[in-house]
């Protein structure tokens, strides 16, 4: 993929991406895992919320000024 393609499609699929590593990740800490790597786990999926997040928001930004 070319850096200048950074469209609509780009952004839900970045978005598609992020959540279903963070599904793997929520039912990684389901499985029983110990203290360090669920604090590990969690940190990981509040970044990647945060990343999905701003995707949305770009995503409805230029949808809007489009």
């Known amino acids: 993929m070319n850096n200048d393609n950074v469209n609509e499609y ?16 929520m039912n990684d800490m389901k499985t029983g895992i110990d203290n360090e790597k669920q604090k590990a786990i969690t940190k990981q999926i509040s970044l990647m919320n945060t990343i999905m997040i701003s995707c949305l928001r770009i995503r409805n930004i230029r949808n809007a000024n489009a």
Request: cysteine-free; hydrophobic content about 30%.
């Open 10 to 25: 780009y952004l839900n699929k970045v978005y598609e991406d992020f959540h279903k590593e963070q599904l793997k990740l």
